[in-house]
């Protein structure tokens, strides 16, 4: 018998998981995914933990059909965002119709993780069990045109232990892959990410600080009209160069992964702007 935990928010690498389906006909059926054991859990480093998937089945049309790290553990997760004050916003307007959508607007920025996607990525054992969701096979098993991989699509990065983060860069990079990743605790707890993840901030003024400190910067604006002369391409104070971001720009023409801009070891423009993503 294997080691079972029965909820997915307290599963931990390392563990088998029981999960119930429900089939066509009506009658449910237990299934058995894993997550695979990381270094940092045998040696109980809080940390982050991940199902990293091979992207070909994503329908993601800004991303693209790139692997990418979903967490595993939402406990954990929430825990690697605290004192974030986008986690606990709720931006949700009613419409016309009576539901509910996701609304950013200037001055009520929020988190699109924890406003939604966040439970499909933690469902994903349940949808998809039999899958395995460790990073090598997510990179023997993604499609021929990816050229990047999507880290922490949840969660900050910073909530990892620094090696076996490095360790999964590195992993990556040998496979000739652009390494996208952000994280909002550049100043504090993140420290040790610059040049592996994108500062990710919530002005354009924060933008500026997180350059001067050596950073690369993303920044979610609610409007062009927040952007210099509202013009899509330009330079904030300093002459620190932004730009808004391509798949935004030419939606259905570029995706992230033809544009990675966002790999933070780039040299490239200092601030990638994004607009009510």
């Known amino acids: 018998m294997f080691p079972t935990r029965v909820g997915m928010n307290r599963l931990k690498t390392g563990d088998w998981g029981l999960s119930p389906k429900k089939k066509n006909d009506g009658v449910h059926a237990v299934v058995l995914f894993f997550i695979p054991e990381t270094q940092s859990s045998k040696e109980g480093i809080p940390h982050m933990q991940y199902l990293w998937t091979d992207g070909r089945q994503s329908r993601n049309a800004k991303i693209g059909r790139i ?10 997760a929430w825990e690697s965002c ?7 916003a709720r931006p949700h307007r009613t419409m016309p119709n009576g539901q509910k959508r996701f609304v950013i607007e200037a001055g009520n920025p929020a988190c699109y993780f924890w406003n939604g996607n966040g439970n499909i990525a933690f469902s994903l054992p349940a949808r998809y069990p ?8 997510a990179l023997k098993n993604r499609w021929r045109g990816a050229r990047a991989v999507r880290m922490s699509a949840g969660g900050d990065p910073s909530g990892n232990a620094p090696e076996e983060y490095r ?6 990079r040998r496979e000739g892959l652009a390494w996208l990743d952000y994280t909002h605790f550049w100043r504090g707890k993140g420290s040790w990410l610059r040049g592996h993840a994108m500062a990710s901030v919530d002005t354009l003024a924060e933008a500026v600080a997180a350059v001067r400190a050596g950073w690369r910067a993303a920044v979610h604006v609610a409007s062009m009209a927040e952007l210099p002369q509202g013009r899509p391409q330009g330079k904030l104070a300093g002459g620190i160069r932004y730009t808004l971001c391509p798949a935004i720009r030419k939606p259905g023409q570029v995706t992230c992964n033809d544009c990675r801009l966002c790999d933070a ?3 490239a423009c200092e601030v990638i702007v994004f607009i009510n993503h």
Request: with cysteine.
């Open 67 to 76: 692997p990418t790290a979903y967490p595993a553990d939402r406990a954990a």
């Open 82 to 88: 605290a004192a974030c004050p986008l986690r606990h």
């Open 130 to 137: 039999h899958r395995d969701y460790s990073l090598d096979a």
């Open 167 to 172: 360790s999964w860069e590195r992993q990556v």
């Open 265 to 267: 070891s780039h040299a």
